[in-house]
């Protein structure tokens, strides 16, 4: 635990200008990010006496070991700095939103030539439009269900469409008239890209206009007596108000706005977001956080539109924002908004109405989900809690391992052999921290010699950060840099060695403050495997002289735990909570690395002699293996009959013959389903199915 104001700043050297301002800790890590108006009047608040700050900011500066800072001309890049930060180093003190699963979304992919109507999660992409977030994904598929009977949109794979257009018969949608069927050309790209926007339009809430426009058709139909047609656009309208009734109109103004509600308690704190677009709730999402550092319900919001438009621009930000409370200054965030939608953005309280209504609602989910989460956590912290101390007690550790790491071998008899390290903090994945290695220091099937050179790499690294670690000298003042937003900053430096700077000392973070990765040791290391594998592992340790990290191996045959230098296993209880953990963190690994196992396998599978050849790219090559049918008759061709693809010259033709020549063709491949010999290179999927019995 450090004290304070072994790196507090010295009298006069903090700006009194806006800014933004990183904690870390021992080991250059970054723990906390804020930003300020004054920064002189800011951190000065954080070097008071101790017994006078709120408990999780004494925990916070007394972790820490340095505080650094830069400086911005306006309170709006303060902001946008700040979001840049806790985005990049994910700081443990600050308060971080976090979903508790990923929303599915509507899109329409724009980008591509024929667009697309499909379900969509995790990251946004460029050139895709989004609706939602809907809370499940069959309200997705219904709504689509419906809305294709007017807008026959294609809603197949890529895999599905090249088919249909190969064979020139659509699928079934097709058939149904779910599907204007643009693979056989029935419509073409333009006409198929308006019924997209017509789509896009309906879902964006200018319903009316369509809706007007079918039932005149409808009229005309029946005027005309084509009674069939008629009652087609009937039950098309019919599906587009059914469509509409599954968001009902909440706001009777068409107001696009988003609503924000905050439920917290001393621990925690929940906030729900309601999406209306058009007067009609469109979406609805929820996140939940730990109260790591003293913050009041305005700090809870401003941190809310931070996770919440940080990535966002144009038309997902929207006109309107209704918040329980307004951030603390108001005006740089609502000028943040406004210059990520384009346009002024109105960030208010509803005082009376419909909309003070509409919130009180989403409060009640905001306070529904917190309880919810209190329920789920405390079992889970109970039970995680359990595990970490059944593991310590077993394996005789002086404290609880936080931060676990786990190994594993995978390989195919011998070939492509790879190794996986995956980290358990708190019982939970930290999946950032995952690693990958390659066997390097010798071919063949042996699992304790790899286990030992992975280990031995893994702990030489953390050495060699640790020589680097330490505290960091002061950069000079006038280190002028510009940031990632374009504001020109300042950054200054204050540490605990202000008077006596080691030059050899450096931070475990790369030259952009990102934590390099290996540089935090773990308490337990697992491997997958048992007492040859626990030894080796161990060995590779007392070689580099590394005695404060515990070793053991989890057994599969028995679930045997084995640590080193012992005859015998340590057994635990079968519902154990620390035998389920240890077992979890093992299969972890397996699958990390199987999963490895598998990719360069499919690689090597499908490497050719043609990715050898210079200049050439995969449609000329493509080309080759179409116009001859296969590797074995390309390589039995003449440079003349090479030059007659098209796009191939003769320079080109003749550095393939000569490529193909020097390669030794590959035994050929056996379908072990049929027993067929397969000329061509590559291995059906069969015998790939046969293989992966055979994998470590």
């Keep these: 635990m450090a004290d304070p104001s072994s790196y507090r700043p010295k009298p ?83 308060v971080k939103y976090r979903d508790d699963k990923s929303y599915p979304y509507l899109a329409v992919t724009l980008n591509e030539e024929f667009p697309r109507v499909q379900v969509m999660r995790g990251a946004k992409k460029k050139g895709v439009r989004y609706f939602g977030p809907y809370g499940h994904a069959w309200a997705i598929r219904e709504t689509v269900d419906l809305m294709l009977r007017v807008f026959p949109v294609r809603t197949c794979s890529a895999g599905v469409f090249k088919r249909s257009a190969q064979i020139g018969r659509p699928c079934l949608l097709g058939y149904i008239g779910k599907c204007s069927a643009p693979c056989v050309g029935r419509i073409s790209p333009e006409e198929h890209r308006e019924l997209a926007e017509e789509f896009c339009d309906f879902m964006a809430g200018r319903t ?207 070939d492509d052999v790879v190794a996986s390290m995956v980290v358990f903090e708190d019982g939970l994945a930290r999946k950032s921290e995952y690693r990958r290695f390659q066997i390097k220091s010798f071919q063949g099937q042996d699992d304790v010699r790899s286990m030992h050179e992975v280990i031995g790499r893994r702990f030489k690294r953390y050495l060699q950060e640790k020589q680097k670690s330490g505290e960091w000298t002061e950069e000079p003042a006038d280190d002028a840099r510009v940031d990632d937003n374009g504001a020109t900053a300042t950054t200054v430096t204050a540490s605990t060695d202000d008077l006596e700077p080691d030059p050899m000392a450096g931070r475990p973070t790369d030259e952009d403050g990102r934590p390099k990765r290996f540089a935090y ?96 790219g995969d449609t000329r090559r493509q080309a080759l293996l179409k116009h001859f049918g296969s590797l074995k008759k390309l390589r039995a061709a003449t440079v003349d009959e090479i030059c007659e693809v098209p796009g191939v010259g003769r320079k080109t033709a003749e550095t393939v013959a000569a490529a193909l020549a020097g390669a030794a063709p590959s035994a050929p491949a056996v379908n072990t389903a049929t027993g067929e010999i397969i000329e061509d290179d590559g291995v059906p999927p069969a015998a790939l199915s046969a293989e992966r019995g055979q994998e470590r």
């Design 12 to 94: 006069g050297q903090i700006p009194d200008s806006p800014g933004v301002y990183k904690f870390r800790d021992e080991h250059g890590r970054v723990i906390y990010v804020g930003k300020a108006k004054s920064l002189r009047q800011r951190l000065a608040n954080y070097f008071q006496d101790l017994a006078g700050l709120h408990p999780r900011t004494r925990t916070m500066v007394t972790t820490a070991a340095s505080v650094e800072w830069t400086v911005v001309s306006t309170e709006v890049e303060a902001l946008q700095l700040e979001y840049s930060w806790i985005k990049e180093f994910d700081p443990r003190f600050n």
């Design 208 to 414: 009316g206009a369509h809706i007007r426009r079918l039932e005149r058709g409808m009229q005309e139909a029946a005027e005309e007596l084509e009674y069939e047609r008629a009652a087609r656009l009937r039950d098309d309208i019919g599906a587009l108000k059914r469509a509409m009734e599954k968001s009902a109109v909440v706001l009777a103004d068409a107001t696009d706005a988003d609503l924000i509600a905050v439920a917290e308690d001393e621990l925690e704190a929940a906030v729900q977001i309601f999406h209306v677009r058009g007067g009609r709730v469109r979406g609805q999402r929820g996140w939940v956080t730990d109260k790591v550092e003293a913050v009041t319900t305005s700090g809870l919001v401003e941190h809310a539109l931070q996770q919440l438009y940080g990535e966002e621009r144009g038309d997902a930000v929207p006109k309107e924002v209704l918040v329980p409370a307004l951030p603390e200054p108001v005006e740089p965030v609502a000028q943040w908004l406004s210059e990520r939608r384009g346009s002024q953005v109105s960030l208010r309280i509803p005082q009376r109405g419909d909309k003070k209504d509409l919130m009180a609602t989403v409060g009640r989910n905001a306070q529904q989900a917190l309880g919810l989460h209190k329920t789920k956590r405390a079992s889970d912290l109970t039970t995680r809690s359990r595990a970490l101390e059944e593991i310590a007690g077993a394996l005789g550790l002086d404290a609880v391992p936080l931060r676990i790491e786990c190994f594993d071998i995978s390989h195919l008899q011998g």
């Design 521 to 616: 040791p773990p308490q337990l290391v697992v491997v997958d495997g048992g007492a040859p594998q626990v030894a080796a592992a161990r060995r590779a340790l007392d070689e580099l002289g590394i005695d404060d990290v515990a070793v053991c191996g989890l057994a599969k045959r028995l679930e045997e735990v084995w640590l080193p230098e012992e005859d015998d296993p340590v057994v635990l209880p079968r519902s154990s909570e620390g035998l389920y953990l240890l077992q979890r963190v093992r299969d972890e690994a397996h699958r990390f690395a199987i999963a490895y196992q598998r990719s360069k396998r499919t690689k090597r599978l499908k490497s050719s002699p043609l990715d050898a050849v210079a200049g050439l």
